[in-house]
């Protein structure tokens, strides 16, 4: 049954249908021209691990097909999330929490939000849940995943969203508060990206390995004759002898680390663990470098 406070945020916002997700409608939904979904944000703003914003322009212009086909790990997330939805609700037995479809933002009709839940505390505000299943270790939300409730939350007027995350085995819980000027700067570059996309004019190339890919799949047939590439060229030369200068520096590093290690499991600056050392079945250990943020 639909609690009529929660009703009253989702008012706001202008429902578009309750579609199961990737169904044929979900995704005709997204493909509609100018529009931008919540899960797109962190691939615009250059935070996704998964997809550029070159990459989702190219989609989104119909130069290459976007590719919908889901994974194991995706599937188990989907068969997942109604559990982590419920052991939710279960440790907060005094929060209302209800499945929402697809919105539009009232103030900008291609501004499409689909969270997995809007809830009310127990005081009555309202707030975004987002369920996530995840093999890795979270010390914080990730960028481009606050990104995308911060879309939700501008959508349906709210200033809260919560994460209830299974991560690398472990149930847990993460706050996200709004934040006028972090949204101010989200909001513009998203207006910008979508701009490129009405505009068919391509972002700017960047390091990921999903915009290389890309390159790869917008690329003509290959023709007998040269290109003069100037400085380009001279670029790449010299890119790829820092390239090559770096792999072995680092090599050099690694080896050095593991002799430092003799056999302890970490190793750590200042208390913070930056490396750590593993093995498989009793064979020769390998190291691990921890990213730094």
């Known amino acids: ?31 509609t021209v100018g529009v931008i979904s919540g899960s797109e944000i962190g691939a615009i703003l250059g935070l996704s691990p998964f ?58 009709s291609w501004m499409h939000a689909n969270p997995d839940a809007v809830c009310l505390d127990e005081t009555g505000a309202g707030y975004i849940l987002e369920i996530k299943h995840t093999a890795l270790y979270w010390d914080a939300v990730p960028e481009h995943y606050k990104a995308q409730v911060f879309w939700y939350m ?31 700067a989200i909001l513009q570059r998203v207006k910008d990206f979508r701009q490129n996309v009405l505009d068919n004019v391509q972002p700017e190339w960047d390091g990921s390995e999903s915009t290389f890919e890309t390159a790869r799949k917008l690329s003509p047939g290959i023709e ?47 208390g913070q663990v930056v490396v750590t050392l593993s093995q498989r079945a009793g064979g020769v250990p390998y190291l691990t470098i921890k990213k730094g943020k």
């Not at 202008?14 to 169904?23: T, V």
């Not at 440790?91 to 933002?105: P, S």
Request: avoid cysteine.
């Open 1 to 31: 049954m639909k609690n009529p406070e929660i009703q009253q945020i989702l008012n706001k916002a202008i429902l578009l249908g309750n579609f199961e997700n990737n169904s044929p409608e979900w995704h005709e939904l997204r493909n």
């Open 51 to 108: 997809t550029s914003a070159v990459t989702l322009w190219a989609e989104k212009t119909g130069k290459i097909e976007r590719d919908f086909v889901g994974n194991s790990a995706m599937r188990l997330g989907q068969l997942v999330e109604p559990a982590i939805r419920q052991l939710y609700q279960e440790q907060h037995a005094d929060h209302v929490v209800q499945e929402v479809g697809t919105y539009a933002a009232a103030s900008a």
């Open 154 to 184: 501008y959508v349906f007027g709210l200033k809260k969203s919560i994460f209830a995350v299974v991560n690398a085995g472990r149930y847990k819980e993460y706050e996200v508060l709004w934040d006028d000027f972090e949204w101010e």
């Open 224 to 270: 007998t004759r040269d290109e003069e590439l100037g400085q380009l060229g001279i670029e790449l030369m010299n890119a790829q002898t820092d390239f090559d200068a770096a792999e072995t520096h680092l090599r050099e590093m690694k080896s050095r680390t593991i002799g430092a290690l003799n056999g302890a499991k970490s190793g750590t600056i200042d």
